[in-house]
């Protein structure tokens, strides 16, 4: 949820996320991918790299798997 929350801030649109396990631990320094698809129905791949034990995130859309 709040990837797809600063993605739709970002771009204005709405976005839905698939990030796989609903549940994930949130370790600092954990890296995954997801996939966000637009209301026009575009898709990108998402690397996301959790910052800190509270889940924060940060994420890029260049499409770059995580490392």
Partial sequence: AQVAAKLGSKFNTRFTVDCGPRIRAANAGDEFTCTAMD???TSSRVA???K???GSVRFDM?????K
Avoid: N
């Fill in 62 to 66: 260049s499409g770059a798997a995580p």
């Fill in 52 to 54: 800190d034990s509270s």
């Fill in 48 to 50: 996301v790299v959790v």
């Fill in 39 to 41: 209301d026009g129905g």
